[in-house]
């Protein structure tokens, strides 16, 4: 509204303050240096991918139903077979030890313990092995091909060592983005500008949760990395080179050959390559833009999902990630046809901000979100909804008398 004053959210220390994402996000910005922030947040190109995220949530309206019993509503859902607290899961994001020290294993318990599954990623800053310890966790492993075929070998069978439920390969970062911020924060051999070095020394509570052993590693994958490029810096750069521009649906194919838990393919967003994974003997899609930080300009997931779901049918799991901030967001999502949606930048505002208890906070956010959109639009369960309960902007447009936009 014009003439409004501009709304402040919360950013101070005390949790129990805090009332949305946006309040979590408003104190991790007050918290995190520079490079940190433009690190989390930054997308690809002139980042309209990553605007797009959350512009297409805007693009639905709700058409609630009244004068319906909505006293035993419920967030919860099912992943893969088997009952989760909300159909979530934790996004795999990499070199999560910039945030804090044992952020990955933050996210982790935090998942553990709300009850839905983390998804580690292969450049997670702690091994496979010490995530796989949380009680109570589902563990995902997210997989990136790059090197030699010995490299994605050994983490496959690691994970399945290990427990882990479920593989994720993701298959748009072969070619990285155009991340113009990241170059910016870069000064001499790849280290941090020294600006964003002095920059990060006015922030000392997050050097003392963060740098105390240093700068973090990539254990999972240290040993394939020549001795001489294992600095952090280094050991990025090394393992982004080595990403072949050959990948193919054979290699998923070999990949279906050597796991045999369920196994999703991420990163979707064209028909065709939905067919092709669909036939492809994968048990489910992930459709997303790698947080918008890959092909700029692309569509969002949103944007694809219910023709995801009319070439999929009921056979093969969908889920979605990209610009989850509000329970209202996976209601969308789930009527437009996704079965389970994925969060990353949400539990990470949650981590730089409060830690373990901050990346749960967001999860009970959402949840509770969730809960409260259900009895406003009518439905006691997730698995109720479709696309009846949804308009799209344009078309209110067009019935109110405006040309689309």
Known sequence: MGGTPRRPYYAGPNLDRVESIADLRARAHRLMPRFV???????????????????????WFFVPRFLRDVSHRSASGQL?????????AIAPTGLNGVF??????????????????????????ESMEDIARIPGLRHWWQLYVFGGEEIWTELVDRAERAGCEALVLTVNAQQ???REWDSRQRGWMGLPHPISMLNSALHPRWAATTMVKGMPSFPNVIDFIPKDKRSFFESASWIRSQMPKSLTWENVARIRGR??????????????????????GVDGVILGTHGGRQTDWSVSALDVLPEA??????????????????????????????DAVLTGRATLYGLCAYGEKGARKALELLEHEVRNDLAQ??????TDLDMSYL??????????GQAPG
């Open 377 to 382: 639009i009518g439905i006691d369960k997730l």
């Open 176 to 178: 990285f983005g155009m």
């Open 309 to 338: 779901r009319d070439i999929l049918g009921s056979d093969k799991a969908l889920y979605m990630s990209g610009g989850i901030r509000r329970g209202s967001d996976i209601i969308k999502a789930m009527a437009l046809g996704a």
């Open 80 to 88: 893969l077979g088997k009952d989760a607290r909300m159909p979530l």
């Open 391 to 400: 308009r799209p902007a344009a078309h209110l447009a067009t019935a109110n």
């Open 100 to 125: 804090m020290l044992g952020a990955d294993s933050a996210l982790a318990r935090a998942a553990a313990r709300f009850g839905v599954p983390f998804v580690q990623g292969t450049l997670s800053n």
């Open 259 to 280: 796991w045999k838990r369920p196994f999703f393919v991420k990163g979707l967003l064209h028909p065709d390559d939905i067919r092709a994974a669909r036939d492809s």
């Open 37 to 59: 922030l433009e690190y989390l947040e930054g997308g690809a190109g002139e980042e309209q991918a990553l605007a797009r995220e959350r512009e297409a949530y805007a693009d």
